[in-house]
């Protein structure tokens, strides 16, 4: 047992390195001034200045895209969590005719490219005005968002007991006031994760945002892509850009550990 | 006192706004696809029926582009499935250590894409970056990643294993964690080796976990836009266009009518995997 301990540690070296390799390099890059940038051999322990994220923070306008890209999110969490949390609900107490074939449909909708959906969404929304505005993009993250949000608290509703709910109507509660009094408080982690889930996918979200946004409306990561196209001088700032935009997912990881592996598979490894 | 049936009726806002969401374009979508439809010229707008794919059949740009998407589809998954499933075996172990290093294994995957991308940019610049000086030292040359066809492909390859390793990784953990512990208990007593209780055992009970995260993957990359975009916009030339940059730059031009077109396409290619995945889950049920 003792070899095999030790033939484990020494696997995992490897593994580790090729994970934390690349942002542990990008995160000391982001505090190194561009003399020490292009020493070779690469520096890893140097004196940190903070001069890269004065830069991005001062010099580009980061907090409005900082806040473009947080309202967005927030917008997309709130709808993708109201209209996700009424049709889980109605999911998780009902069964008609059809009603798994269409749980299984909104699975679906989630293989749908992408790409396929921001061309005509571009000509739409160009049709009627709304390029460049939050809602256009925020329309289209919650729909990114709710297929997960649904099959997920589908799941939570489902562990609430139906006694609880008979018992809140008996005592003259309403159907929406049962939903919002009784059944929400008991499954409020679920809505906890399915909310972190949606604002990741808006917050990481690229396409619709290269194609839809504009001066109004872009998104952090429409401008990390941007700062790419001339590399050298740039360095530096975008090592704290890239470090700035990663921290609140890196944050979230250890948040969700948990339910990971059932948002990835939706669902599919438990059948 | 409504019955519980009445419920019903919470699902209907969601449900249609999800599929009014998705449906809409793609029928937009198909609708447009038979016209010769320029961006610049709206007036201008004729009716090509399917004018627009049969050109795209006949383009050898968009030829090279789905050969490009299937290379990157093949290589990506098979590189993760490979060094998914090595970790996974890994972390089965029952080790308690494992535990926490786990949560690290699995951060790449919650990095933002075009992040993550424009980090391995930084890296393999041949340059400044930091990869081709530790090559160097191990006496690997000094590859141009992005600036050579084929490096620009294993460099895509590399990137998109980077942040989905962990995605294969912890579905077939998850999928092994399942597996019943007598069972291997049972082949030790009857001398099996490990060899043989993976053959034997392991793989069989797993394959459909397998099959699945290979299929939602293979999906995934088939589909893959940000990392393209970042790391090498589908060059040089168009060594590494896929189909959705392909898709992307025939947009750009505002040549709508085969972007729309190009789209079609990748649905119905989707469309098969996904159909695909499907018959996969049903017969294991």
């Known amino acids: 047992m003792r070899t095999r301990k030790l033939l484990t540690v020494l696997a995992l070296i490897p593994a580790l390195a090729w994970t934390l390799f690349p942002l542990l390099w990008i995160l000391t890059a982001s505090f190194k001034t561009e003399l020490s940038l292009y020493a070779k051999p690469p520096q890893w322990i140097f004196s940190p200045i903070l001069e890269n994220y004065k830069r991005v923070l001062f010099n580009i306008p980061f907090f409005e895209y900082l806040t473009n890209s947080l309202l967005i999110a927030t917008g997309t969490t709130l709808g993708s969590l109201v209209l996700g949390t009424l049709a889980a609900y109605g999911f998780s107490r009902t069964r008609f005719w059809g009603s798994q074939a269409l749980r299984f449909l909104i699975l679906v909708t989630r293989m749908v490219p992408r790409m396929t959906l921001v061309v005509p969404y571009y000509l739409m929304m160009l049709k009627i005005g709304m390029l460049d505005t939050y809602t256009g993009l925020i329309i289209a993250y919650i729909s990114f968002a709710m297929p997960f949000s649904i099959w997920l608290l589908i799941g939570f509703f489902d562990d609430v007991p139906l006694e609880v709910e008979e018992a809140a109507l008996v005592d003259g509660c309403t159907p929406v006031g049962t939903l919002v009094r009784v059944v929400i408080p008991i499954a409020a982690p679920g809505l906890a994760v399915a909310a972190i889930f949606a604002f990741l996918v808006s917050w990481n979200e690229f396409l619709f945002a290269l194609i839809l946004s504009g001066v109004h409306s872009k998104t952090l990561p429409v401008v990390i892509a941007g700062l790419t196209t001339d590399l050298g001088p740039l360095y530096g700032e975008m090592s704290a850009a890239a470090v700035m935009v990663m921290l609140p997912n890196v944050l979230m990881t250890l948040v969700l550990q948990r339910y990971v592996v059932k948002g990835l598979t939706l669902g599919a490894v438990k059948g | ?285």
């Open chain 2, 1 to 285: 006192m409504g019955s519980v049936q009445s419920r019903r009726w919470f699902l209907v806002p969601g449900v249609i706004f999800l599929l009014a969401i998705d449906m809409v374009p793609l029928v937009y979508s198909l609708w447009v696809s038979f016209y010769e439809w320029w961006l610049v010229r709206p007036r201008d707008i004729r009716f090509l029926g399917l004018g627009n794919y049969l050109m795209l059949a006949a383009d050898p740009a968009f030829r090279r582009s789905v050969l490009v998407t299937c290379t990157l589809t093949f290589g990506a998954v098979l590189a993760e499935f490979l060094a998914g499933l090595a970790l996974a075996l890994l972390f089965a172990q029952p080790f308690r250590f494992l535990r926490p290093v786990r949560a690290v294994i699995m951060m790449p995957l919650f990095v933002v894409p075009v992040v993550g991308a424009t980090m391995w940019r930084l890296i393999l610049h041949p340059e400044m970056g930091v990869l081709n000086f530790y090559l160097g030292l191990l006496g690997l040359g000094n590859p141009q990643w992005l600036a050579d066809s084929t490096m620009a492909m294993f460099a895509l390859i590399l990137v998109d294993a980077w942040r989905t390793i962990p995605f294969m990784f912890l579905v077939i953990l998850a999928g092994l964690e399942t597996l019943p512990a007598e069972l291997y208990e049972a082949a030790r007593v009857d001398g099996a080796s490990w060899l043989q209780a993976f053959r034997f055992i392991t793989v069989p009970l797993l394959a459909y976990i397998m099959l699945v995260a290979v299929l939602i993957r293979g999906m995934d990359v088939f589909r893959e836009f940000d990392i393209v975009f970042v790391l090498t916009g589908g060059g040089p030339g168009t060594a590494t266009e896929t189909i959705q940059m392909l898709n992307y730059r025939v947009f750009g031009l505002g040549h709508m009518g085969q972007a729309n077109a190009i789209g079609i396409i990748t649905l119905i290619l989707v469309a098969l995997m996904c159909y695909l995945l499907i018959r996969v889950v049903q017969r294991s049920r």
